[in-house]
């Protein structure tokens, strides 16, 4: 995964929804990268779900799928 594509202001208020009364910058970030890494890991096995059903286009279902397999 090359470039960022979650802006850090999201994971803050991810954060601060959690109950979180402060965020660094390094949690902020450190959370961005694991979850656009799991998020990278579901589209690739959703697509591969929506592929094997003959589709192209990527489904929610497919999606649902794809969290249960990761």
Do not use: C, W
């Amino acid at each position: 995964m090359a470039k960022k594509m979650i802006p850090l202001a999201a994971m803050e208020k991810l954060m601060k929804t959690a109950g979180a009364g402060r965020v660094a910058d390094k949690a902020k970030a450190v959370l961005r990268d694991h979850l656009e890494e799991f998020a990278e890991k579901v589209s690739q096995n959703a697509v591969k779900y929506a592929s094997h059903s003959g589709r192209k286009t990527v489904k929610g279902s497919d999606i649902k799928l794809a969290v249960g397999h990761n």
